[in-house]
């Protein structure tokens, strides 16, 4: 199998990440009392990273933690009879801090959705926002991202697959039709 079209290649992964660390500073003024929290399972080493160029760019260290949003899904009965339950760690405390959001594909806006509530349910943090490598569009709620890597319009039968160089072996974002992965 292989996917429809390969949308961004390694480099340009690599350039989105940076030119979004970039609009955060420049968003926030710096990059003090920010921290990054990346959403399971490919956000995690994407805010990792961002956090990385920040501190790179800034001279400070930018905390990172990672969120498991399963428990608080729309449709967690619909997903599977026995959910794979992931570790949320946020190591740091949230007042005061601007928080950046960050995941790999921005879809329905449901993935976001239950990360707010995730993430409020933490603590109340100054302010939070939301970084994705690629936004598909195709909204059933009224979230848009702060910071996008790529917008891509998509088709509703077609499926988009970010892999990172942590987990997958390679940086990529793939379009792939959903028939092919069936």
Do not use: C
């Amino acid at each position: 199998m292989t996917p429809k079209a390969t949308i961004l290649t390694s480099d340009e992964v690599r350039r989105a990440l940076t030119r979004i660390a970039h609009e955060i500073i420049e968003r926030n003024k710096g990059a003090q009392q920010l921290a990054l929290i990346g959403v399971h399972t490919r956000g995690i080493p994407l805010a990792a990273r961002l956090a990385q160029k920040l501190s790179e760019l800034e001279g400070v260290d930018v905390p990172t933690g990672m969120l498991d949003i399963t428990l608080y899904r729309d449709d967690l009965s619909e997903v599977a009879q026995q959910p794979i339950i992931r570790e949320t760690q946020v190591p740091f405390d949230l007042r005061d801090r601007r928080v950046v959001l960050v995941d790999d594909v921005l879809y329905t806006g449901r993935t976001v959705r239950a990360a707010l509530d995730a993430l409020i349910d933490l603590g109340r943090p100054a302010g939070i926002q939301l970084a994705v490598l690629v936004d598909r569009g195709h909204r059933e709620l009224p979230i848009r991202a702060d910071y996008v890597g790529k917008n891509l319009p998509t088709a509703a039968n077609e499926v988009v697959k970010v892999k990172v160089q942590e987990t997958d072996g390679v940086d990529s974002v793939e379009l792939w039709d959903l028939e092919a992965l069936r």
